[in-house]
């Protein structure tokens, strides 16, 4: 585990912040709103996320197929978030704030996986 958080940390930049600000927004929210669902939800999916990725990285390395994690466990997540937000006036200001930024963080995080997993199907095997 040591050396997959390694290998996030010395991305090059925007990328290395761009993993911080996913899991600040994920991890912060999912503890802050841990008393609801969605809080519990944020928690798991970055734990389950992270056991898949973790298992991808030992297999195959720093590869970009390492956004499967993300897929499989955001794309439920982030629908449910969306689902959540059609009860705006239900919600509390700082909880909409949270499910908006997760929805957008987390989605243009999914468009970039896609295409990360599509690109090692393709055929782009290399670390990197």
């Known amino acids: 585990m040591f050396q997959f958080m390694k290998k996030i940390f010395t991305m ?3 990328w290395n912040l761009w993993v911080m600000v996913l899991g600040v ?3 912060a929210g999912g503890i802050y709103f841990f008393d609801s669902l969605e809080g519990k939800l944020a928690l798991i999916s970055i734990l389950g996320a992270m056991v898949i990725m973790q298992v991808i990285f030992s297999k195959f390395g720093f590869v970009r197929l390492l956004g499967l994690g993300h ?5 439920p997540f982030v629908s449910w978030c969306v689902f959540r937000i059609l009860e705006w006036n239900s919600l509390g200001f700082n909880f909409r704030i ?8 987390n989605s243009i ?4 996986d896609f295409v990360d997993v599509w690109r090692y199907h393709r055929g782009e095997r290399a670390e990197m």
Do not use: R
Not at 71 to 75: D, G, L, M, R
């Open 25 to 27: 927004v994920n991890l």
């Open 71 to 75: 897929i499989i466990f955001w794309v």
């Open 109 to 112: 995080s999914l468009a970039i």
């Open 98 to 105: 949270w499910l908006c930024a997760v929805i957008m963080l």
């Open 12 to 14: 090059p930049f925007p």
